[in-house]
């Protein structure tokens, strides 16, 4: 049993590698960058990081783009379009890491991924009413669940910014299942490149119990 759970994380290994190197993230040498995301405004949904340093999300890119999600409580009219642009490619590179990374691991998401490139949903099957009032009118709702948009162009920024905060409890639930903490709800790329370098390692395989 022991030695098929081995091969099992090394192939669990080799195809997160492969994943790592189609959706990169690198740190850039410069100046640091801005916060990559402003947690969402309710203490209650953005969680904690008790005991836990926060970091410093430098220039962190994926596929070398930033993840630099402009305030979501300042968009305007003159918001840099190019910027939103950027933020959705992002957001979807990382949701389809996630959802790869989830089916390898055998992980049922606890907020599952609708792919759709850079116009990609995230699934809450639990919503609070709050965030499926009147106020938010474009919500895909049903009995079951509500999608949230992992982008912002032609969105209610209070939906997107939720999307971002379950993107990131998604990549906190694979931490755990491999038995590491989340960085924190505002670190959407470091806890991907977390990810990333646990599986990686050889204590991955080394430690099975």
Known sequence: MRKMKKVLRRRQ???????????????????????????YPSSNLAGTSAGLKPINEGSLTI????????????MSFFTDKKEIQ??????GYVAHAVSLIASYLQVPLRYPLRLCASHSYIIDNAP?????????????????HVEFPLFLEGQDT??????VFLLNKDLEQLLNFIGAKSLGPRHVLANLRELYRIIQAS???????
């Open 13 to 39: 290994q080799h195809m997160t590698s492969q994943i790592s190197m189609l959706y990169p993230v690198k740190i850039l040498i410069g100046p640091a960058q801005k916060q990559e995301l402003e947690a």
């Open 63 to 74: 596929r070398g783009l930033h993840l630099n999600v402009p305030s979501f409580r300042k």
């Open 86 to 91: 950027v933020s959705a490619t992002s957001l």
């Open 128 to 144: 609070s009413t709050e965030l499926t009032s009147e106020a938010l009118p474009n919500a895909n709702t049903n009995a079951k």
């Open 158 to 163: 209070t939906r997107a910014a939720y999307a």
């Open 203 to 209: 204590a991955f395989i080394d430690n099975l119990i």
